[in-house]
């Protein structure tokens, strides 16, 4: 659609805005310059309809509630290529942040419903190629920022091992979908623990990959330098399958190295983790909110892990508790910057935008900003207000001390081979009440990220592991390890999950019950 020629008070109001100081008079003369610049936005779009992709016919459906007892499914669907490959027979639920062509694309939120993407996500091709089935759409949180799972537009995801509690956030159908059984793996998205968070909540394997290992193109982004996405599986066999088949570069994202070689991860498990050397991180235990349970059940997965041949003992790392002040700036200024006012994408970025999407989203938020969810009210208040008033200094300040923060950690892994500490400090908690106050619904969004959130910034992989039930519900252990050694990380979970007789699973009346 050609560009619409601006009136002149459009470009005054520009002018005001920056406080040009133009006059009627400066205005008119430089609205023909301005007319004639915009002929070459029309040019571009002709250029770029000419190999922009069609969206495919594939069929799709919104489940009944019978078939939906958790409300982990957005949409429903049946798409494979067919053929042969590591991933066939294998049904698979994608985030709901991330793109399958032709079937609808919410993130959660009113301001993306209704959009249809036409181009596969990477991680979306990819998986087709080995074989997979693409069996739906798993619910996720609004924009992605919530920690627990009751922020989606859809409503709550329910938790497999107790309806009553959140599966985590934000790849709270992820978790739900496979905990349940409903599908072999899933995809999620990880900006400050939302793979690894449901994980931990709802007793499965979720993998965050090194930053930049696997491509994020075709992912709604919130921020650039923390975004990540990976697997969430029942077991570590099956995270590393799939980590093989993800993980490499596209060609499209900027985020990952240039000379980025996978390793192969399925190969790795077979090597003996003995001896390894596995570093205790002490700030990961004991916080505030800590619950004794869940740190008693990480000691005791680590103990598990000595009686398997490796060694551990314990190490100080200070910097993991300035971590999560360094993510609040990033994450709350960079979402507010990219993930709002720049419509997703941003600008000055060398990667693969989706000018769809950029438009659909960017207009629809702009049309009612009330249809954001109460986290992302946070974010953009707490976020502009900072940029408005500090230009964004404390952004700059934050990125500038990650790699203080990065070589804590690295410190630490010349020393170990791994780092482990409990994923979540709590187990699942209840989800809020539709009436519950906003204190509450956005405290039970953000109350479990301390452990997990600096990994994001640091870019570290990170995995979690169910460490053992408590009270019937199950508790998280994560294991870190050097930027792009993601196959020691899982070489050590696999190591613990075979030393427990592997992981176990909901009872099926938890599973079918929505009260």
């Known amino acids: 659609m050609p560009v619409q020629p601006p009136e002149l008070p459009a470009i005054m109001k520009v002018a005001e805005g920056y406080g040009l100081g133009l006059s009627d008079a400066d205005v008119a003369s430089f609205a023909p310059m301005v007319h004639g610049v915009l002929a070459s936005w029309d040019a571009v779009e002709e250029l770029h309809a000419r190999t922009a992709p069609t969206a495919p016919d594939r069929a799709w459906a919104r489940p009944e509630d019978a078939d939906n007892p958790l409300n982990a499914w957005y949409v429903t669907c049946n798409i494979t290529e067919g053929g042969e490959g ?92 496979v905990a349940s059984g409903a599908v072999d793996i899933a995809t999620g998205g990880d900006q400050g623990g939302s793979i690894r968070m449901p994980a931990s909540f709802s007793g499965i394997v979720g993998h965050k990959p090194t930053h930049g290992l696997v491509p994020y193109t075709g992912a709604f982004p919130i921020e650039q330098t923390i975004d990540h996405v990976g697997p969430m599986t029942r077991t570590v066999a099956d995270a590393a399958l799939v980590l093989n088949v993800l993980a490499g570069p596209d060609g499209h994202d900027p985020r990952q190295p240039n000379d980025l070689v996978p390793d192969d991860y399925v190969g790795a498990l077979a090597r003996s983790a003995e001896g390894l050397r596995v570093g205790v991180v002490s700030e990961g235990f004991g916080h505030p909110g800590s619950e004794p349970d869940v740190d008693d059940a990480v000691r005791a997965a680590v103990d598990t892990l000595r009686e398997a041949g490796l060694t551990a003992e314990d190490v100080s790392i200070p910097w993991h508790l300035h971590g999560l002040k360094i993510w609040d700036v990033i994450s709350i200024e960079g979402a507010a910057a990219q993930m709002v006012d720049a419509n997703g994408y941003g600008m000055n970025w060398p990667g693969l935008y989706d000018p769809e999407l950029i438009e659909f989203y960017g207009n629809k938020w702009r049309a009612d900003g009330s249809q954001f969810s109460e986290t992302v009210k946070l974010v953009l208040l707490s976020g502009r207000y900072a940029i408005n008033r500090y230009q964004g200094k404390h952004y700059a300040m934050a990125r500038n001390l990650v790699p203080q923060l990065r070589a804590a950690y690295d410190e630490a892994l010349a020393r170990y081979d791994v780092l482990v500490m409990p994923t979540t400090p709590i187990q699942a908690s209840v989800i809020p009440a539709e009436d519950a106050p906003r204190e509450e619904v956005i405290g039970r969004a953000l109350e479990m990220v301390t452990n997990c959130a600096p990994l994001d910034v640091s870019g570290h992989p990170a995995c979690s592991v169910p460490a053992g039930l408590a009270n019937g519900l199950p508790t998280g252990m994560m294991i870190i390890g050097k930027r792009f050694d993601d196959a020691t990380v899982l070489r050590v979970a696999h190591t613990y999950e075979q030393a427990v007789g592997g992981f176990p699973a909901p009872h099926a009346a938890s599973v079918g019950s929505a009260g």
Do not use: Y
């Open 86 to 177: 590591p991933l066939a027979g294998r049904t698979v639920a994608v985030k709901d942040n991330t793109a399958v062509a032709g079937v609808p694309m919410m993130n959660g939120s009113a301001t993306l419903q209704g959009f249809v993407p036409a181009r596969d996500a990477t991680i979306v091709s990819r998986m087709l190629a080995a074989g997979a089935t693409v069996t739906g759409k798993a619910v996720c949180e609004d924009l992605c920022f919530s920690g627990g799972s009751h922020t989606a537009r859809t409503g709550p995801v329910r938790n497999p091992w107790d309806p009553s509690r959140t599966t985590g956030g934000s790849s709270s159908g992820s978790a739900a979908l």
